[in-house]
């Protein structure tokens, strides 16, 4: 009973609202502003940092040090169009897809980065 007289009080509450000014157009142009703020905070960033990662993917050479995303570190002994041939130890080398590349951690010629404490 207590359940029909609260959806009969919601219903004629409902009933009983004007349209919103303007035809409700106002909420497509609060719908799309959320849309692009959404957008530039989200998806406008990760292309960036896909851009980013791409071009260190390019730029990858014989001799560089890198770290792959499951935290193994070698050194580049090949790199072909999709793939490159790390050097992880002694006698030791794996192929490895280019996509599965973390970071460059010293590029060839460059010495190691240190922090001064």
Do not use: C
């Not at 919103?20 to 497509?28: D, E, H, M, N, Q």
């Not at 030791?92 to 590349?101: C, G, M």
């Amino acid at each position: 009973m207590l359940e029909t007289t609260i959806l009969d009080s919601t219903y004629l509450f409902l009933a009983q609202a004007d349209d919103a000014p303007g035809g409700g157009s106002l909420l497509w142009i609060y719908l799309g502003l959320f849309m692009a703020g959404m957008w530039f905070l989200t998806i406008a960033p990760q292309r960036k940092a896909q851009k980013a990662h791409d071009k260190m993917l390019t730029e990858l050479k014989n001799g560089d040090e890198i770290m792959t995303k499951g935290g193994v570190f070698g050194t580049v002994v090949n790199v072909k169009a999709d793939r490159l041939v790390l050097k992880i130890a002694e006698n030791t080398k794996v192929e490895i897809a280019k996509p599965f590349i973390q970071v460059v951690v010293k590029k060839k010629g460059e010495s190691e980065k240190t922090d001064a404490a």
